[in-house]
């Protein structure tokens, strides 16, 4: 069956603009995770999805936000972006929310000129 | 929510078994022990998980200590394709987890 699908692969975003990264989830997963990759920081958790309602979130400014569709297809949007927004911003799904694997796809790399 | 310690790098030589740390000290009693690998340019991949007992899948071997404070992922036979940057989290009840700065792993041939 299919991955993870995140959409764009790659992006070039100006500093002050805003962005919107999308995930769709294996087919019946309902659970969609999203995480932030830097060298400095490593694997950040943001915030987790699940029924359309987000379940979790991570320590990040409310810059960062998101939201989960009917099909469990998830977007992140981050406004007025900062040069340390770049990093790979990665998605995973699950099928539910009690301890599952985790499939995560390949990941949108932001940059912020 | 529970932190991770890990070596920052180990070597392997391939073809031989391969134990890789972790600590875990400020688990709590419902925390899973994940473990995830990353290889170069892609999204981390999922190895094993447990809760208490030690697990066995055909991907590794998920070694937890009595205490559950610390836990080993052993590779039978570490294969090139195995070097990698592994990842050990520990999350509640939820799909929310908290990854450390993992172990590259180097296998040579």
């Known amino acids: 069956k299919a991955g993870v699908t995140q959409t764009p692969r790659y992006l070039i975003k100006t500093r002050g603009q805003q962005v919107t990264l999308s995930c769709s989830p294996i087919?019946?997963?309902?659970?969609v995770s999203w995480y932030q990759q830097t060298p400095g920081q490593g694997l950040q958790f943001l915030f987790e999805?699940?029924?359309?309602?987000?379940?979790n979130k991570g320590n990040f400014p409310g810059r960062f936000s998101g939201r989960q569709f009917s099909n469990s297809r998830s977007e992140m949007n981050v406004s007025t972006l900062e040069l340390g927004d770049s990093a790979l911003y990665l998605c995973?799904?699950?099928?539910?929310?009690?301890?599952?694997?985790?499939?995560f796809g390949q990941g949108t790399r932001l940059t912020v000129v | 929510d529970a932190k991770t310690t890990q070596p920052n790098s180990m070597e392997s030589n391939e073809e031989e078994p391969v134990h890789l740390p972790c600590n875990h000290s400020?688990?709590?009693?419902?925390?899973?022990i994940h473990w995830y690998r990353q290889l170069p340019s892609q999204g981390p991949e999922y190895v094993i998980h447990?809760?208490?007992s030690n697990v066995n899948n055909r991907m590794a071997s998920l070694a937890i200590a009595e205490d559950r404070k610390s836990s080993t992922l052993i590779l039978h036979r570490a294969t090139l394709r195995d070097a990698a940057v592994y990842y050990c989290?520990?999350?509640?009840?939820?799909?929310?987890?908290?990854f450390g700065t993992g172990t590259l792993l180097a296998v040579q041939p």
């Open positions: 995973a799904s699950s099928l539910s929310r009690r301890n599952t694997e985790a499939f």
């Open positions: 087919s019946g997963h309902r659970s």
């Open positions: 999805y699940f029924s359309e309602t987000q379940r």
């Open positions: 400020t688990i709590s009693g419902t925390d899973y």
């Open positions: 447990g809760l208490t």
């Open positions: 989290t520990v999350s509640g009840a939820t799909n929310k987890l908290i």
